[in-house]
């Protein structure tokens, strides 16, 4: 081969190397731009997208109760198990350490925090009607009703209890037992009117010793198919009403009444319906349970949690309620007053582990976007998705999420929706006992690095310019703004060396735990600059607390 050939041959390959690049190069712009399902890949680690969180500040779209975040008090004995695990302890409202210096701080780190007493076995209770009366607690029998009898609240407990939750400066609703004076048939149907006396007798004895008392709620999950019984919605309906007038006689007198709450079941259209058009006078409350994860043993909670469309499947329960309550009539309004996720106890490292802050933060959003008033988790402590360890009551990752949110989410809620992936969750409201509005993002894409931009409809502030487009009505956070010193807060939460399934959460790279003392760590933010974006890591969530965008609605 003479030398120009070979020349020729060596040019031809480097063209055709530099050719190659230049089509790989090509590729990789247009996946990273072009492509329409570029944004919700997750192709490798170090990826950035960019993003968009559009807030309407044009009205409320909801209003939540200043104390939205709620959490349960079961009844469940040591004696609990599901699927071969044990994890109630004692944490019983029968048993549990009232003296536990970590409980007590827990609750009061809220002021308030509103707590739920309840659960399956409520409907199991009898009150004392006095100290000389026998009182027994649960016993695990496999032929009786749940697979336990009935077991009594001492009147002594009932007075720890209380002088507890005051001490502690809870808000406390309890449930009472809906199946009192009922027989349940073969076919599982309870028959016959609710016999309302051991109720009263609790109520008078409340009453007469000064305790507070902010709702009654009748009977769990007994609504629709029911959980071990059902009750028809006429009768339930009627029950309700016999709840309504105890409550009106015993408190007569009283300028501020307990509300009257119910069914505490799971959302089924048309039970509910009847129920709310029959109760138009008579109920405050509406209450409904929060389980779409299905049982604690499947192995797919992971895959579900990090999912968006799974997540999005339940706003239709909160938008069908919505609707009913809406064109009904009623002045009630709406709770989730149970939701633990993954029904039987949860699931051992992955409902008490950071991974379910994804979800739980998701349901608190999503349900104030539907005017829920109030969310009640299962539970403060209890089972494996308890805010608070139930062996340790050491706050488990959940707790520290809902703490932030107290503090930080006000009652406007806000419509938010957002661009550029649809791994990035969204919910802005007014901000809480400040100026301006907190947004909360959940990145549930474990490559990804998303920063976020802000565009704002109808606010005001320092900071703010009018998008070019007069036809818009949005406008942006300015990026050259000539205002130097604006600035907002951020808490960024992730998970103990990345695992999603630790039990120790991060905030701003800095580990939160108690101390010897079992005090409440402060929950610190960081300051950025209105100029830079919101920076969102892979697998985390921050909130955003954002003092120069302004709406008149939050006013």
């Known amino acids: 081969m003479g030398t120009k050939s070979a020349q020729k041959i060596l040019i031809c390959g480097m063209a055709t190397t530099l050719f190659l690049l230049f089509c790989l190069c090509f590729w990789l712009y247009w996946v990273r731009h072009g492509s329409p399902v570029a944004p919700h890949s997750t192709s490798g680690v170090g990826t950035i997208i960019e993003g968009k969180v559009f807030i309407n500040g044009t009205t409320s779209i909801g209003r939540i109760d200043d104390d939205f975040v709620c959490a349960t008090l079961d009844w469940w004995p040591p004696q609990k198990c599901d699927f071969g695990t044990c994890s109630w302890g004692r944490t019983s409202l029968l048993n549990l350490d009232l003296n536990n210096v970590i409980l ?8 308030p925090l509103k707590i739920r007493l309840g659960g399956t076995l409520q409907d199991r ?32 407990r009932w007075d720890e209890l209380n002088n507890f939750f005051k001490k502690a400066g809870a808000v406390v609703v309890f449930g009472l037992n809906e199946l009192r004076g009922k027989t349940v048939n073969p076919q599982g149907y309870a028959e016959g009117a609710w016999n309302s006396s051991n109720a009263e007798s609790l109520m008078r004895y409340t009453v007469n010793q000064g305790y507070t008392i902010q709702g009654w709620e009748l009977g769990n999950e007994l609504s629709g198919n029911g959980i071990g019984a059902t009750v028809s919605a006429d009768q339930y309906a009627s029950d309700i009403n016999t709840l309504q007038d105890t409550v009106q006689n015993i408190y007569a007198g009283f300028e501020d009444k307990p509300v009257v709450m119910g069914p505490g079941g799971f959302f089924e259209e048309n039970w509910f319906r009847e129920f709310i058009q029959k109760t ?3 109920l405050q409350v509406v209450t409904h349970h929060i389980y779409n994860l299905g049982p604690g043993s499947s192995d797919n909670l992971n895959n579900e949690i990090l999912d968006p469309s799974f997540l ?3 706003s239709q329960k909160y938008s069908r309620l919505q609707s009913i309550l809406k064109n009904s009539g009623t002045q009630a309004v709406a709770w989730v007053g149970e939701a633990g996720g993954a029904s039987n106890s949860g699931h051992n490292l992955v409902t008490n582990t950071f991974v379910f802050s994804f979800w739980y933060l998701d349901q ?6 539907f005017d829920t008033k109030t969310y009640c988790r299962q539970t403060l402590v209890g089972g494996n998705y308890g805010l608070l360890d139930a062996n340790t009551f050491v706050p488990n990752p959940d707790y520290y999420s809902a703490l932030l949110w107290h503090r930080l989410m006000g009652n406007n809620v806000l419509s938010t929706s957002f661009s550029g992936t649809n791994k990035i969750r969204a919910y802005a409201h007014c901000s809480k006992k400040t100026q301006g509005i907190t947004l ?3 990145n549930l894409d474990g490559y990804a690095t998303v920063q976020v931009r802000v565009s704002a409809e109808n606010a005001t502030g320092p900071g703010i310019s009018p998008l070019q487009d007069p036809r818009k009505k949005f406008a942006r956070v300015s990026r050259g703004s ?5 600035t907002r807060e951020e808490y960024h939460l992730t998970p103990k060396d990345g695992d999603l399934h630790s039990q120790i959460m991060l905030l701003n790279e800095k580990m939160l735990t108690v101390d010897s003392s079992g005090v409440i760590p402060p929950l610190e933010p960081i300051n950025v600059s209105q100029s830079d974006p919101i920076t969102i890591a892979p697998f985390s969530i921050v909130f955003v607390q954002i003092p120069y965008i302004n709406f008149s609605v939050c006013n």
């Open 280 to 282: 138009t006078k008579s």
């Open 104 to 111: 007590l701080n827990a609750i009061k780190a809220f002021s």
């Open 312 to 314: 999005d499947s339940v």
């Open 125 to 156: 209770v009898i009150y004392q009607s006095n100290e000389q009366q026998p009182c027994s607690p649960f016993v695990q029998r496999n032929s009786d009703l749940l697979r336990f009898s009935k077991g009594c609240l001492p009147l002594t």
């Open 482 to 486: 000539k205002i130097t010193n604006l």
């Open 440 to 442: 909360l993002l959940i």
């Open 364 to 369: 608190l959003g999503m349900a104030s976007s």
